[in-house]
């Protein structure tokens, strides 16, 4: 057991430069909330972006500062048993940026209408700030208490953000079934690590991976029944089905900024926990989890696709898709746990599951990002019918909008492709050549609720033909978002590259 | 004599109490304090098996638990006062403007 030695732990400290950024810059915007005139701020959007950019700067610095950019560097907090409980490397610097491109995309959408919800305050935008805070955590913490707490912080913020309109009862009714179920799960989850930690007598993953090394008889019974509530309150977390009727209230409820959070970083947040566990404790029983994961990925791709048939608002829609596609990407865990030792099967996964959730966190963000835009005088716009005649109001949004239901449906030639080459690839890596095909049915099934936004878009006739003015902020998070989806559609070498650090874990 | 397992039995009656309530009670101030019931339980069975052990580790983690467990159900009273504002029930039967 290791004194306490404050130059260790200032020296550590620095390897927490992004983390400690945001948490003093959400701080500072709430005390601004209280103090600063309405007035000045209207500068809280852009001033919360630049600090984002600042965090991704410091992120992707800590992937070169180590070992001249090819190893990822590592920093470690030791617990105290001796084992690192929060690490800096390539795989949490991936799941960073992304988590930072998400709250970045959520920053700018609620820059659009100051006057009606407020979601441009100081606390909407504190709220993001510290919810990102707790993702980075989940990130990198290897010790469960630090990702406990990651998960609470990510969870609490992103509670309040759903229920953010007071006025407004389904923000209400949505943020009531999101926290007692995220509660729920949290509760789940807890008693699962206390199972484990019985079973193995550590919290933290390196230690519980040391142990499981050790022996496998013991309390066998302990730790299944630990992995399996585990895996139950994560599961909830990602929204794979059957934990995942919170999302489409949650999503309806919230405003479309927050409903854009939920959907790519919070999701990728959960994703990043889900990986850092499974792989780093309990990575060597992969053939044991795999089969529960390979149902929860075979339901999700099919209920969620199949639930959102039937949707007509476009919010709820996208919900049930992003079910479904919680589905798709727990393919690439699935061959992690299943590759068995073989290193190419093992990062042609991990790869995977990164490079997809930045294409799906640019496409998703990108489509609300026009159902923000067809918001307008505090009347939602996210029925299917407010679509109608769009191409007529504003032509390059709605290409944009077309580009990015392709690339969610995996159409070639636009980003989601790609991603879902690498994933039913990772998928028959391991000889789950059904699963792949199950997953490639579901993106046929996917395209025809895809298709009818595009119908309503290009071929419906809308009453008014008034042209729409897109503010600056949404007009550039839809130019960006549509802008990644097409390059990395036909040029993806470059994001390719960039997810491949993400095979680089500490210690796995 | 009273040991760990003791402890562990009754936590897992805990947890059970508390699944329960959260899943079939229709007042949310009962599912709350369900709520409440399921971290406790993990709680005993962090220090039961920090005795069973011995290791230290399972309390230092039963003490971040009632510090989260205390900031949880503040956020979650936050949002059921504003829900309660609105609609002047907190019958979760009530609430079902949104379907599908």
């Known amino acids: 057991m290791a004194g306490f030695d404050p130059a260790v732990f200032i020296e550590n400290l620095a390897w927490m430069k992004p983390e400690l950024l945001l948490a003093g810059f959400g701080l500072l915007l709430l005390l601004a909330s209280a103090t600063v005139p309405v007035a000045i701020r209207q500068v809280g959007g852009w001033l919360t972006l630049a600090v984002l950019a600042v965090a991704a700067f410091l992120v992707t610095a800590q992937l070169s500062a180590g070992s001249g950019g090819t190893v990822a560097s590592t920093g470690a907090f030791p617990d105290i048993a001796g084992n690192p409980a929060f690490v800096v490397d390539g795989f949490a610097v991936v799941f960073k940026l992304i988590f930072l491109l998400g709250a970045a995309f959520t920053v700018l959408m609620s820059m659009k209408y100051p006057d009606t919800d407020g979601e441009d305050s100081a606390e909407f935008l504190a709220l993001v700030v510290f919810s990102v805070f707790g993702m980075m955590f989940l990130a990198s913490g290897t010790g469960l208490i630090t990702i406990y707490i990651g998960l609470e912080t990510m969870a609490l913020a992103g509670y309040l953000l759903v229920g953010f309109r007071v006025q407004e009862k389904r923000a209400n009714e949505g943020a009531v079934k999101y926290f007692v179920l995220g509660a729920l799960a949290s509760g789940i989850l807890l008693y699962g690590i206390s199972l484990v930690y019985g079973a193995t007598g550590s919290i933290n993953l390196y230690g519980i991976a040391a142990s499981l090394a050790g022996d496998d008889s013991g309390a066998a019974g302990f730790l299944g029944l630990g992995v399996v509530l585990m895996l139950v309150g994560i599961g909830f977390k990602v929204a794979a089905v059957p934990f995942h009727m919170w999302a489409p209230d949650a999503y309806e409820g919230a405003t479309t900024p927050a409903t854009s959070f939920l959907a790519t970083a919070a999701k990728a947040g959960a994703f990043a926990m889900l990986l850092r566990v499974f792989v780093t404790a309990f990575g060597d029983r992969g053939a044991d989890w795999a089969p529960l994961m390979i149902l929860l990925a075979a339901a999700s791709m099919t209920v969620g696709n199949i639930a959102a048939l039937r949707q007509d608002n476009v919010k709820r829609m996208l919900a049930f898709s992003s079910v479904g596609h919680a589905g798709y990407v727990l393919m690439g865990l699935i061959a992690v746990g299943l590759s068995g030792g073989d290193a190419a099967i093992r990062a042609r996964g991990l790869l995977s599951v990164a490079l997809y959730l930045f294409i799906y966190t640019f496409a998703t963000a990108g489509a609300f990002a026009l159902v923000a835009l067809l918001r307008k005088n505090g009347q939602p716009g996210e029925m299917l019918d407010d679509f109608n005649g769009l191409v007529k109001r504003h032509p390059v949004a709605s290409v944009c909008m077309l ?35 199950v997953a490639v049915l579901n993106s046929v099934v996917s395209l025809y609720y895809y298709a009818r936004v595009m119908v309503a878009i290009f071929i419906r006739d809308g009453d ?13 998070a839809i130019g960006a978002a549509g802008l990644f989806t097409l390059v990395i559609g036909v040029y993806p070498q470059p994001f390719i590259r960039l997810a491949r650090y993400a095979v680089l874990m500490m210690g796995a | 004599m009273l040991t760990p397992t003791h402890v562990m039995i009754f936590s897992l009656v805990l ?7 959260v899943l079939t009670r229709r007042n949310i101030i009962i599912v709350l304090m369900s709520l409440e019931l399921i971290l406790n339980a993990a709680n005993l069975n962090f220090v039961a098996f920090s005795w069973a052990h011995p290791s230290i580790h399972g309390q230092v983690f039963a003490l971040f638990v009632i510090c989260v467990a205390a900031g949880e159900v503040a956020v979650g009273l936050a949002i059921l006062i504003t829900l309660f504002r609105n609609r002047n029930s907190v019958n979760i039967d009530e609430f079902h403007l949104m379907k599908g």
């Open chain 1, 464 to 476: 008014g033909e008034s042209k729409i003015q897109v503010p600056l902020p949404l007009s550039a």
């Open chain 2, 15 to 21: 947890f059970g109490v508390g699944v329960f309530g």
């Open chain 1, 403 to 437: 580009l990015f239901l392709l690339s969610l449906a995996g159409i070639p030639c636009t980003a989601g492709f790609i991603g879902k080459w690498w994933l039913f690839g990772a998928a028959i890596k391991v000889n789950l050549v059904w699963l792949a095909v």
